[in-house]
């Protein structure tokens, strides 16, 4: 198999399962067979097979249409001054929250 940065699924270069996951050019545990997917270790020794991408290469659209988990992390989804503002006036107007100074002396 070549060096080069395989990423995505490809036909099981040990001729085991129908497809197996590559990635960065290694075969990894995630196994395909049919729309069932699951793990197995790749065996040890070399690839029996080449293996053929079976799917579009997901870095294709140079991942502008993938999530990644720290997105979220990146911006603030709310803005925070106006979220808590907007909570306490719904507490407030329900007669739910007190929201003078617990020392104040106009209670």
Do not use: C
């Not at 290694?26 to 065996?43: A, F, I, M, W």
């Not at 029996?48 to 991942?63: F, H, K, L, M, Y």
């Amino acid at each position: 198999m070549s060096k080069q940065s395989f990423e995505g699924w490809f036909t099981d270069p040990y001729a085991v399962h129908e497809a197996r996951w590559l990635s960065d050019g290694r075969p990894t545990k995630l196994v395909r067979d049919g729309e069932v997917e699951s793990y197995d270790e790749p065996p040890s020794g070399a690839p029996s097979v080449v293996p053929e991408r079976i799917e579009a290469d997901p870095s294709a659209t140079n991942g502008s249409d993938l999530i990644r988990a720290d997105d979220a992390e990146r911006t603030d989804p709310y803005d925070s001054p106006s979220q808590v503002m907007e909570a306490l006036d719904s507490f407030g107007q329900s007669g739910l929250l007190d929201v003078r100074h617990p020392y104040s002396e106009d209670k």
